[in-house]
């Protein structure tokens, strides 16, 4: 019974493509979050939604449109791939933005050849 | 705007051996601090976390973290570690005001020999 779960778990694409990846958490928490992780580790906010609602984006670029339809879901969708993009994108959760935990999925290893 | 500086990329211990990973941050407001662990191919997960209180916070699997406002660290330690330890260690900063962003280290690799 996976908390915060994502998919695909891997995702290989050619340049040029639109790809999307899926996040549903059954946790109840109100705030989700896309993370994105590069080849060294490094982990760097993308997007936070409170409610359905943007709160954070973090310099992003517009290629990369995330969509909440409801509290459990946040999706994030990547037009135009770019060799740039390739990286391990983490969807999170947490019901406290500040104090609270937050709850990771496995993660979408995306490589764009 | 806070920020985590995690001092070190690499730390090879030997299995049963103490260790410290180390974490010094920076914010103009009030901090919680956090400590996630990331194992091979996984998520992060919560290994502990300070909010307020006492500063020596303990958390899963054996490790602790001291917070020391004066030196704005918050350095993880185990007294005695385990292969099954081998991970990668995040230290995270969530500030006091404006939540939303909880900002992350760029990760320490413990690596436990035998």
């Known amino acids: 019974d996976t908390a915060v779960s994502q998919t695909p778990k891997y995702l290989v694409t050619q340049m040029g493509n639109d790809k999307s990846i899926k996040c549903e958490q059954n946790?109840?928490?109100?705030?989700m979050y896309w993370y994105k992780q590069d080849s060294k580790k490094f982990l760097k906010i993308m997007f936070s939604?409170?409610?359905?609602?943007?709160?954070i984006n973090e310099t992003v670029p517009n290629r990369f449109s995330p969509k909440s339809p409801d509290k459990a879901h946040l999706n994030l969708h990547i037009n135009s791939l770019e060799l740039g993009d390739s990286a391990v994108y983490f969807c999170?959760?947490?019901?406290?933005?500040?104090?609270?935990?937050?709850?990771f999925g496995q993660g979408t290893r995306l490589t764009v050849v | 705007a806070q920020s985590v500086t995690q001092l070190d990329s690499q730390v090879p211990v030997f299995e049963e051996a103490p260790v410290e990973l180390r974490c010094n941050y920076s914010?103009?407001?009030?901090?919680?601090l956090f400590w996630y662990v990331q194992y091979p191919n996984q998520g992060l997960q919560l290994l502990l976390k300070?909010?307020?209180?006492?500063?020596l916070v303990k958390g899963i699997n054996g490790f602790e973290a001291e917070f020391n406002k004066s030196q704005t660290s918050f350095h993880l330690r185990k007294p005695s570690v385990h292969i099954s330890d081998t991970a990668e260690y995040f230290c995270?900063?969530?500030?006091?005001?404006?939540?939303?962003?909880?900002?992350f280290g760029a990760g320490t690799r413990l690596f436990v020999k035998a």
């Open positions: 999170a959760s947490s019901q406290d933005p500040v104090q609270g935990e937050a709850f």
């Open positions: 946790l109840g928490h109100d705030t």
């Open positions: 939604y409170n409610n359905k609602e943007l709160i």
């Open positions: 914010s103009s407001v009030s901090v919680y």
């Open positions: 300070y909010l307020s209180g006492s500063t």
């Open positions: 995270a900063v969530s500030a006091g005001t404006g939540g939303f962003k909880t900002i």
